[in-house]
């Protein structure tokens, strides 16, 4: 399923972010496309912002998705929250579905290795499965500044070559994600925990193992207006190379 209902806050004025074009094609289309390229992938469900759904159904049918024959792509209204539109989303999938993906439409490039070896992962047994990328920066905890615009004090280094940034598609059993994301929601405005930002996050957070697999350099997410020219960057070498 695709998460697609996000505003793009960060990305500048514009259309809402799955919306906007990344060589002449939607990056939701990009996405969608990825995601039916694999050939474990049978059901898409869209997640599209709650007064966007015959839009993006449009824009579908109209980009006219290859690899499409004996597949179902269909489109629902999201939520408020990531976790919300993951939720609907959800609640959309075929009863006998056993693995699902979730996967930002905001990672249009992701390559079709990536979404096959978290699939693969799932069917070979973890019940939760995690691309992810050893990090270039050193990263430091922080707390809050002591007069607002201050400086933050440090309170710890943790040890880089032990921290990964995760990408998606994440995958999990059907039944564990369902599980998980109903127990967040009985549990929404109990807890003062700072909000999970992923679906593995609540696994962890809810019971249940999450693992890792090598993620790739072309799945980040375009989340700041430097991520759209690399983007059309990687999309351009792309075509050269292998007329994509
Ligand atoms: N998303 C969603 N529903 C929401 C919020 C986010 O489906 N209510 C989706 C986005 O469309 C995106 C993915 O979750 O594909 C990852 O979120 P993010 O990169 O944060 O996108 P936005 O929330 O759109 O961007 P921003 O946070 O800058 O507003
Ligand atoms: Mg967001």
Redesign the pocket.
């Known amino acids: 399923m695709?998460?697609?209902?996000?505003?793009?806050?960060?990305?500048g004025p514009g259309a809402?972010?799955?919306l906007r074009e990344l060589g002449g094609v939607p990056i939701l289309v990009h996405?969608v496309r990825a995601l039916l390229g694999a050939r474990s992938v049978r059901t898409v469900v869209v997640?599209a912002?709650a007064d966007g759904v015959p839009g993006v159904r449009a824009l579908l049918d109209e980009h006219g998705l290859p690899g499409q024959l004996g597949k179902d792509v269909r489109v629902v209204a999201?939520?408020?929250?990531?976790q919300?539109?993951?939720r609907l989303a959800l609640a959309a999938l075929p009863e006998e579905t056993e693995v699902v993906l979730v996967h930002?439409?905001?990672?249009p490039l992701v390559p079709v290795e990536v979404i096959e070896a978290v699939a693969g992962a799932v069917a070979a047994g973890s019940d939760a499965v995690v691309p992810a990328v050893p990090l270039a920066d050193t990263v430091k905890q922080v707390e809050p500044a002591a007069r607002p615009g201050g400086p933050e004090p440090v309170v710890g280094t943790p040890e880089r070559a032990r921290l990964r940034a995760v990408q998606t598609p994440q995958g999990f059993r059907h039944r564990l994600l369902v599980d998980v994301h109903a127990k967040a929601l009985a549990a929404e405005g109990t807890s003062d925990e700072a909000p999970v930002t992923d679906d593995a996050g609540l696994v962890e957070r809810f019971g249940g193992r999450v693992v890792v697999v090598p993620g790739h350099e072309e799945a980040f997410?375009?989340?700041?207006p430097l991520d759209l020219v690399l983007a059309e960057a990687v999309l351009a070498r792309r075509r050269a190379v292998d007329g994509f």
Do not use: C
Not at 2 to 11: H, K
Not at 78 to 82: F, L, P, Q, S, V
Not at 221 to 224: A, C, F, I, L, Y
């Open positions: 695709v998460p697609a209902a996000g505003r793009g806050e960060r990305l809402p972010k799955a996405a997640a912002p999201g939520g408020e929250t990531r919300e539109s993951v930002d439409a905001a990672r997410k375009v989340t700041r």
